[in-house]
Structure formats: structure tokens, C-alpha cells
């Protein structure tokens, strides 16, 4: 049996919502010929634990180094002085680093890996390579556009791009070409084309739901028009494009414009509905009472609620995240207006926009207009959006399973 390494990035929870799609697959088509370890930290070494109840053994916490949160996505100023000095509890970057490395080297030594997987992990390719193990790297990102107000980030990128290039397959999570959203997220060099593979968008593939319809997909039947407006990400993330989304809401632009806002929360006190006539309601009191709604606030959709908001909806408001745009722009054909965070955000909406398949805000302004325009040219998106459906590859987690048997072969 083969011993495969899977190191999870522990900022956001794209990395983990993609190692573990690849690790249903692994299991579906690999059965009993590999025996799988995963490494993280933080609130993805607890959501490991919870995924593997059974296998505590194979999940291995080491601390790695991340950001500190600010109120706008991580804080440049405390994360720079956390280098090497004890910042809000965290011990100075450095020892983080040094202690990482250091840790991840005796795992390496003590499991004797076969191969190893690392979706964001980049000091992990140095240690493969280092002890001569085959190594793959997971992303959507190497050496993405900065912009002008970013231009201080440019050393870290090359950083990491010089530390993702030491992976012996560089798998993008992704389309191929011209239908790669991350694209201006990557900017391989020529030299590393032999060792790039664009797979796919990580999927477990179509899900027949069952359940009965909830009062919430109950109240959104019949409904001419709404938007779906997405909050997603991690602490900070979230925060703040809960209050750009907030900004946008108090325009009087927007009094007579329908929105559903899925606060990825499980926090049922945040479920409420907003009528025409301005009062609130629960969700089954709006639907008993048949209210003409206007907003709804919903803290944590099912995996069928949400499937049935993106079918309804007639655009959806995100923040650029990789894995919402694929499943919005290619999964539903859907178009998209995008309020950035980071410039990865940025990068993707703007490709969306260069390809007419949604628009970039950055203003209530143009988040209102984006709204008018989306409106008026709804027909000119959905031919577009139906192109690139038509070429929307889900099937990254086999095609990556597939790879991973030949490297364990080879």
C-alpha cells in the first residue's frame, strides 16, 4: 500500500474543500491501494478531525504560517511586525516558520511518504524536493497581477511562485485555456510548461437532492427577478464583504430590487425575511403570510437550498472567489457582479468582465449600475455564459486521481 501526504494551507477554506472532493474520489477509485495522512492547523486541522473521526492517527497538526486578520482581509501592518515579534497572541513569524519546516521535515521522516499532495502549502514542495519525493502541487494562483497599491507584496510572490515551481506536477484546479478564470492569477513562465496541468474544477460531481422543499425554497418560488448575494471566505474576508454588500443595500437604488444574502453562518437568529411593506419576518411566518418580500437574510443554506437560490436567481454578487465563480459562471450559467477583496479576487472578476460573463464593482456606483446593466443586457451574458458552460471542466478530481496513479507508478 502507498503512503500519500496530503498538506492543507490552513487560510480559507478553499484548500480543504478541495483536498477533500480529491480524497472522495481517491478513495471511490483507488479503494484499498493507498492509505491517505493529512497535515494542517487551526480551524482546518479541527474540520479534518471532524471528517475523520475514525483516523485521528493519520491527521497531523503543525502550525503554519498565515496572516494576521485585519478588518479588510489580513492586516499588512500587524503581519509585517509579527515577523519578529509576538503579535495578538501569535509568537513572532519567524520561529512560526523555522518550527513549520522543521516539523513537517520528521513527519516526512517518520511516515516515509510515497508521494505528497500540497493544496497551498509551498514549503512542503522545498521538503519533497529535498528528499527526492514526488510531489504535487494543488492551486489557482503563482504569480498573480498586483495592483499599483499592492506593489509592496511583490517579493512574497515571487517567494512563493520559486517554491511552488519545485513541485515535481503543478496541477490547476482549473479549465484549460481560454476558459481558465484564474488566469490572470498564474503567468507560468515557458520553462515549467512541461510540468502544468490544467484538470479541471474540483467537483464531486452533479447531486440528486431528495429532501422536501424547505420554506425558504417554498418563498422564492414564482419569483420574477432576485439576486443572490454571496458572503464567503474566512473571518475577515467575510466581514468585509458583508459591510460592502451593506453600503450597496443603502443606495435608494436598491429599495425595489429583490436579494437573497447567504451569510455562510449556521446561525439560525440570522435567518429573516424583509417585506415590501418594511416589516421582518421569520421565514415560515413570511411564507404562512405569502409577504411580498424584498430581502432575505439566511445564515447557512443546505447544499439543496442553495442549489435551488442559484437555479432562481438571475445574477449573484460574490467577492471573486475561485471555487463560487466556477460553480456560478460555468456550473449555472449565471452571471456575476464581483466585489473584490484581494487582488486574486480582483484578477478573476476582471477576467469574467473581459469575457463578458459578469462585471467588476468596486463602488456602490458601479455596483448599481452593474445591476442596471446585467438588467438591460441579460440576453448578451447568457449567450456568453452558455459558451462557457459548454467548455466548464468539473472533472478535476478525477483527472488529478488519475495523475496521482501514474506518479505512484512511474
Not at 79 to 103: D, I, K, Q
Not at 138 to 158: D, E
Not at 343 to 365: C, F, M, P, R, Y
Request: charged share 25%.
Amino acid at each position: 500500500m502507498k503512503k500519500i501526504g496530503g498538506f492543507i494551507y490552513p487560510w480559507g477554506n478553499g484548500h480543504f474543500t478541495r483536498m477533500m472532493h480529491l480524497d472522495k474520489t481517491i478513495h471511490d477509485t483507488m479503494k484499498d491501494e493507498v492509505e491517505m495522512h493529512y497535515t494542517s492547523s487551526g480551524e482546518i486541522y479541527q474540520k479534518l478531525l471532524q471528517r475523520f473521526p475514525q483516523k485521528k492517527y493519520k491527521i497531523h497538526n503543525i502550525e503554519m504560517p498565515t496572516p494576521i486578520d485585519g478588518r479588510k482581509g489580513p492586516s499588512i501592518a500587524l503581519s509585517s511586525l509579527n515577523f519578529l515579534l509576538p503579535v495578538s497572541g501569535r509568537p513572532p513569524l519567524l520561529s512560526v516558520v523555522t518550527n513549520y519546516l522543521r516539523n513537517e521535515g520528521r513527519l516526512y521522516n517518520n511516515q516515509k511518504f510515497d508521494l505528497v499532495i500540497n493544496d497551498g502549502d509551498v514549503g512542503s514542495n522545498a521538503i519533497a524536493q529535498r528528499r527526492n519525493i514526488k510531489c504535487m502541487f494543488i492551486t489557482n494562483q503563482f504569480r498573480p497581477r498586483l495592483w499599483a497599491s499592492r506593489f509592496y507584496l511583490y517579493p512574497g510572490v515571487v517567494y512563493v511562485s520559486k517554491n511552488i515551481e519545485k513541485a515535481t506536477k503543478i496541477v490547476v484546479a482549473d479549465s484549460p485555456p481560454p476558459y481558465t478564470i484564474c488566469e490572470y492569477n498564474l503567468n507560468f513562465p515557458d520553462k515549467l510548461k512541461e510540468k502544468i496541468v490544467y484538470v479541471g474544477h474540483f467537483s464531486n460531481g452533479k447531486i440528486v437532492y431528495s429532501e422536501p422543499k424547505s420554506d425558504t425554497e417554498k418563498l422564492i418560488e414564482n419569483v420574477d427577478s432576485f439576486g443572490y448575494w454571496m458572503i464567503t471566505g474566512n473571518k475577515s474576508t467575510k466581514n468585509i464583504t458583508r459591510e460592502n454588500y451593506e453600503k450597496a443595500f443603502h443606495s435608494p437604488e436598491m429599495t425595489s430590487e429583490r436579494r437573497i444574502i447567504s451569510h455562510a453562518n449556521n446561525d439560525p437568529s440570522l435567518d429573516k425575511v424583509l417585506g415590501k411593506d418594511g416589516k421582518t419576518y421569520s421565514i415560515s411566518e413570511a411564507l404562512e403570510k405569502k409577504i411580498d418580500w424584498i430581502r432575505i437574510d439566511i445564515g447557512f443554506l443546505s447544499e439543496q437550498e442553495k442549489d435551488t437560490v442559484l437555479n432562481s436567481c438571475k445574477y449573484a454578487v460574490i467577492n471573486g472567489s475561485h471555487t463560487a465563480m466556477g460553480e456560478i459562471l460555468g456550473g449555472k450559467a449565471k452571471p456575476i457582479i464581483g466585489i473584490p477583496v484581494y487582488d486574486e479576487h480582483t484578477n478573476q472578476i476582471k477576467w469574467a468582465q473581459d469575457k463578458n460573463l459578469g462585471i467588476l464593482s468596486t463602488t456602490v456606483k458601479q455596483t448599481i449600475k452593474a445591476i442596471h446593466q446585467i438588467n438591460r443586457d441579460y440576453n448578451k451574458y447568457q449567450e456568453n455564459l452558455l459558451e462557457f458552460s459548454r467548455n466548464y471542466t468539473t472533472d478535476g478530481t478525477k483527472n488529478t486521481a488519475k495523475i496521482i496513479s501514474e506518479m505512484l507508478e512511474d
